[in-house]
């Protein structure tokens, strides 16, 4: 489609739709040209402008030199760059200033050097042909080397009414400035011949008209735009360059982000801040923007021995997308994002205020994060596989800024209320939790680092020590040459009051348990079952009134144990006829209770037989055995990853 221009004397440009047209009319000194709409990829629909009206008589001769086909000869050679161009005086003279002073002054020399024209023999080639009245095509794509070549040229009004400058400006502001993607494309090409755009004003112009459209009303959008992502409307997606007839009905806050990402980084922090600036986008919207841009040009992996220069360009996207956050901290970037960003911006050494500015703002969501997002890698000197430390900062931090310790009410019939933020409490101590078992497979992990960690977080962000439990058999399957000490230690950090049921039947038959705090899970559970409770559930409400019991508690001698949990047997009609002096469990009751935990019969025998040796007085009380290990055959069992998955009869096998 072929649009009419006409161009009045105070500047402005008439608009009238001519029809379907094969060429173009125009003569050279006419006001009018022709303004075309071209369709380009995925619907796109460029603007595009042809001037002149003679055949292109530009020929080639090589790769070096270009000439007019014409049966005058040529007078003149202008060298731009490597190239050479044949041409002739009269038609250069009349359209440009500049190139009537250096032909003036070259008298009887035929041949000039252009060698710093913006744009080069491209540039150059537009500019020549113009002057000689052949079509030329402009487009997005060339509008502005020809704009800047024909400014280095000076071909203004005062040298010929309607010259190539007055027809590029008016192309520039009545088609390209408002069009979405032309503006985007215009934008991007300045950056080959600056700084002439910037001093013509044609970045400004581009930025504004971008930044103007992005804050448009999304129910006002008629034009085509790039959407690859999902809608917010479920189960819907936009195809790219949807153009207004096919577009969906709700058109997306986000759609313009895409598009932008075609930007270099400089460019794309001016249009960031200016779209900013207009205090119309939201912070959720900006925070998508700086997603997916990062997703566009950072690599899903970083190997370190990449050039320095690459290495600098990634550090400076990183600190430059750092800088565009939302100032609203409650909103904008997902803390996942952001802990893709610090995992970045670590690998290639940002400044260490701009890395801290991004603990700060993590912190502040640290419970919308997953497991993997904290999988950060360690750097020298640390030897760890991920850096513990940094996940320590960001969790106390984390804590810091919640009021978390006055966050559960008792109340006077001890009963509680939950505050607002416990839930956000909760979320923490399980993503603690789920750190610590992938952390645990690390050999070069100390058990400083795993205690120091699994303490960071208060008692009431771990209702259910499940996960707990799972981080430390994990820990102890890895870390076979752990001392009685060490495995007391790890094992410390677990009430066993707070397992569920499917926990406590898993560590009843640990092997890698120390046999004090299997004690301790077998007398628990008799303890639950005689007085009626079921076992624990993810309520809240029904594991926060649990206390541990203390060190001292539980290092009372094994006969004052065995009478304990003998009296809660008889309670249970577990009888004591019901037990021979091997330790075996009567069949028929092997099972207390329906919520009961299920032993197996090998398992009961080892740790009934000591409880009844020692509570009958036939040996000595084994103070090595409480303290954490066992002399009885045990075996390999593997460590916990599914609850709820059933666990075999463990083989014989020396406990450690």
Known sequence: MFFLVEINQNGSARSVVQGLLEIDGTARNSRWFLVRKGRGNFGYKMKFMKLGSKPDAFQARGKSVRYVASELETDVTINVGEVKFNLHKFPLMSKSNHLLMLLSKAGEENEIDMADIPGGPKAFEICAKFCYGMIVTLNAYNVVIARCAAEYLEM???????????????FLNSSIFRSWKDSIIVLQTTKSVLPWPEDLKIVGSCIDSIASKTSVDPGSITWSYTYNRKLSV???????????????????????????????????????????????????????????????????SFDESISDALTWRYKYLVETLICLLPQDKAVGCSCSFLLKLLKFAILVGIDDSAREYLVKRISLKLHEASVKDLLIPARPPQNTLYDVELIQCIVGRSLMHGKYNQDVKHEENGDFILGHEHGTLMNI????????????????????SFVDLSRSIPVSARPIHDGLYKAIDIYLKEHLSLTKAEKKKICG?????????????????????????????????????????????????????????TDEEWEKTAADGNKS????????????????????????????????????????????????????????????????????????????????????????????
Not at 260 to 271: F, G, M, N, P, S
Not at 429 to 448: H, N
Request: charged content about 30%.
């Open 429 to 448: 101590g399980k993503l603690v939790d789920g750190y610590l078992a992938e952390i645990a497979y690390d050999p070069s992990l100390t058990i400083c």
């Open 565 to 656: 949990l003998m009296k809660q047997m008889s309670r249970t009609k577990i009888k004591d006829e019901d037990f021979q002096m091997n330790g075996e469990l009567l069949k028929k009751n092997s099972k207390s209770t329906k919520n009961g935990v299920q032993l197996l019969p090998s398992r009961s025998k080892r740790i009934f037989d000591r409880l009844w040796v020692v509570g009958r007085g036939h040996v000595e009380n084994r103070s090595s055995e409480t303290s954490g290990s066992s002399q009885s055959p045990t075996g390999d069992a593997s460590p916990l990853v599914h609850l709820q998955d059933k666990v075999g009869t463990p083989s014989p096998r020396e406990r450690v």
């Open 156 to 170: 203004t009004e005062d040298v010929d009414r309607g010259n190539l400058i007055f027809k590029i400006e008016v």
């Open 234 to 300: 479920p189960d819907k997606i936009a195809e790219e360059g949807m153009n207004f007839r096919d577009k969906i009905d709700s058109v997306p806050m986000d759609w313009w982000v895409e598009d932008i990402c075609e930007l270099d980084i400089d460019l794309y922090k001016r249009v960031m801040i200016t779209v900013k600036s207009k205090g119309r986008m939201d912070g959720k919207v900006i925070g998508e923007a700086l997603k997916t841009y990062a997703v566009r040009w950072l690599p899903d």
């Open 493 to 549: 950090l677990m009430d066993v009051k707070k397992l569920t049921t499917d926990a406590s039947t898993h560590a009843a038959q640990n092997e890698r348990l120390p046999l004090r705090v299997v004690v301790q899970v077998l007398f628990f559970e008799q303890v639950r079952a005689a007085s009626g409770v079921h076992a624990l559930n993810n309520n809240a409400r029904d594991t926060s009134n649990s206390t541990t019991n």
